[in-house]
């Protein structure tokens, strides 16, 4: 059964940094798209934050973390990060990783119907 697990949530001030991590056990991982979206407390769906394709290409951010957001990926450890920095209020929620193998998104990577695996989540709280 593949897993994917995400770490590195917690409380963080405004203006603070926080990395998270995605490690997975996707056997094709190289050659899957990986993504992170996010879901707000009392928020009714998931939104797209970034996601990554094979080889680290291509990348692709939602407008409001851009700039503050960088999502990579390390084939070798099957893993996939999201450095977060500046980080405000509105960016509190709970994180979840997302994988699609065979698939390297070019469009539709922002839609949560377009990926298989999922992670449980880790919440992130920013405090102002």
């Known amino acids: 059964q593949v897993q994917v697990v995400e770490s590195g949530g917690g409380l963080v001030q405004a203006g603070g940094s926080l990395t998270l991590s995605c490690t997975t056990s996707?056997?094709?991982?190289?050659?899957?798209?990986m993504a992170w979206f996010r879901q707000a407390p009392g928020g009714s769906g998931r939104e797209f934050v970034s996601?990554?394709?094979?080889?680290?290409?291509?990348?692709f951010y939602l407008g409001s973390v851009k700039d503050r957001f960088t999502i990579s990926r390390d084939n070798a450890q099957s893993t996939v990060y999201l450095r977060m920095s500046n980080l405000k209020p509105e960016d509190t929620a709970t994180y979840y990783c997302?994988?699609?193998?065979?698939?390297?998104?070019?469009?539709?990577?922002?839609?949560?119907?377009?990926?298989?695996?999922w992670g449980q989540g880790t919440q992130v709280t920013v405090s102002s």
């Open positions: 996707i056997p094709t991982f190289s050659t899957s798209t």
């Open positions: 996601s990554v394709g094979w080889n680290s290409y291509p990348i």
């Open positions: 997302a994988g699609q193998p065979g698939v390297n998104y070019y469009g539709n990577y922002d839609n949560v119907d377009a990926y298989e695996y």
